[in-house]
């Protein structure tokens, strides 16, 4: 049974780097079929793709628009993890962040999902 | 990118009635459209995937129905269990997006 555990803080000034962590089990981040999500809820944009890693023989991301020229997310093979950065965050990054897997190359639907991190952008 | 509505965006019913949920892509999707049950602080949980495929354990009062732009998730026999906002997902092209819920609540 696949697991994600996240991890990281729940308060970010404004201008700085959100960072979170998702720890696997009971998969691998290397696997070359499936694909590593985060997505993020708030009321006002509700649940919102940010992007993915994946391997396919190398690594591979995707990044919506509307973070792109802000958004890393990577994996983490010693550890089986992969992590987001978010830079120069505003009030509006506040939001829920989830990880989630896809897990097949044509299966883009997402299952597990973590456990959610509420992330607050505040001074 | 493509984007997704649901109707109605809330509803009331009993237990025991038959809800169904819209959803509607703004072009052609196939049957990539997959269906979220979330309840309050909790991660959306995979009900149906590929339109009308049904997640391993989900109940089989739970049904789903395409291809195309017009989806729909239709709950029989609701369950108090039942009583959460539901999302569909369309999983064609990148960037994934979801549609703003329709949260189903006790008449």
Redesign the interface.
């Known amino acids: 049974q696949v697991q994600l555990q996240q991890s990281g803080p729940g308060l970010v000034k404004p201008s700085q780097t959100l960072s979170l962590t998702c720890a696997i089990s009971g998969d691998s981040v290397s696997n070359n079929r499936g694909g590593w ?1 985060w997505i993020r809820q708030s009321p006002s944009r ?4 940010l992007g993915r890693t994946y391997y396919r023989s190398k690594w591979y991301n ?1 990044y ?2 509307s973070v792109k020229s802000r958004i890393t997310i990577s994996p983490d093979t010693s550890k089986n993890q992969f992590s987001l950065q978010l830079n120069s965050v505003t009030p509006e990054d506040t939001a829920v962040y ?1 990880c ?1 897997r ?1 897990s097949d190359f044509d ?5 597990p ?4 991190t509420l992330v607050t952008v505040s001074a | ?1 493509i984007q997704m509505t649901q109707s109605p965006s809330s509803l009331s019913a009993s237990v025991g009635d038959t809800v169904t949920i819209t959803c509607r892509a703004s072009q052609y999707i196939n049957d ?1 459209l ?1 269906w ?1 049950q979330q309840k309050p602080g ?5 009900l149906i ?2 339109a009308s495929s049904l ?1 391993r354990g989900v109940p089989s009062r739970f049904s789903g129905s395409g291809p195309g732009t017009d989806f729909t998730l239709t709950i029989s026999n609701l369950q108090p269990d039942d009583f959460a906002t539901y ?1 569909c ?1 369309q ?1 064609y092209s ?8 329709t949260k189903v609540d006790i008449k």
């Open positions: 999500n509700g649940l919102e793709w995707d919506a628009s989830y989630a896809h299966e883009h639907w997402f299952d999902w973590g456990q959610g | 990118d990539y997959n979220y909790k991660a959306p949980k995979l995937y590929a997640e999302f997902q999983s990148i960037p994934f997006t979801f549609g703003p819920g």
